[in-house]
Nanobody, 124 residues
Framework: QVQLVESGGGLVQAGGSLRLSCAAS????????MGWFRQAPGKEREFVAGISWSGGSTYYADSVKGRFTISRDNVKNTMYLQMNSLKPEDTAVYYC?????????????????WGQGTQVTVSS
């Protein structure tokens, strides 16, 4: 009922920047919280950042705090992840997710909708 599509991934050098986008379409919800997760080969899917419906509350994993910034534009139904000072350990498939509640969650099982993922590769 709600489709999420990530874009903006690619190959960058360590220390570089990328801006990921997540566009929502279909029957969108007016008050859903959203988040970004990532998964590297052989690793569990992990929480990266989350944002409330209003954008007033954000939460970041310790590993990305100070380097990544999550934001959203509810008029455009789009969420963003600005990634600066990228490190090789940031290499992963990044997934956009949404949940039908207002507040941020940090566990993947709390989210209702998922995008297909976009690859981010950071070279050393």
């Amino acid at each position: 009922q709600v489709q999420l599509v990530e874009s903006g991934g690619g190959l960058v050098q360590a220390g570089g920047s990328l801006r990921l986008s997540c566009a929502a379409s279909g029957r969108t919800f007016s008050r859903y919280a959203m988040g970004w997760f990532r998964q590297a080969p052989g690793k569990e899917r992990e929480f990266v950042a989350g944002i409330s419906w209003s954008g007033g509350s954000t939460y970041y994993a310790d590993s990305v705090k100070g380097r990544f910034t999550i934001s959203r534009d509810n008029v455009k139904n789009t969420m963003y992840l600005q990634m600066n000072s990228l490190k090789p350990e940031d290499t992963a498939v990044y997934y956009c997710a949404a949940r039908r509640l207002n507040v941020v969650a940090t566990m993947a099982l709390e989210y209702d909708y998922w995008g297909q993922g976009t690859q981010v590769t950071v070279s050393s």
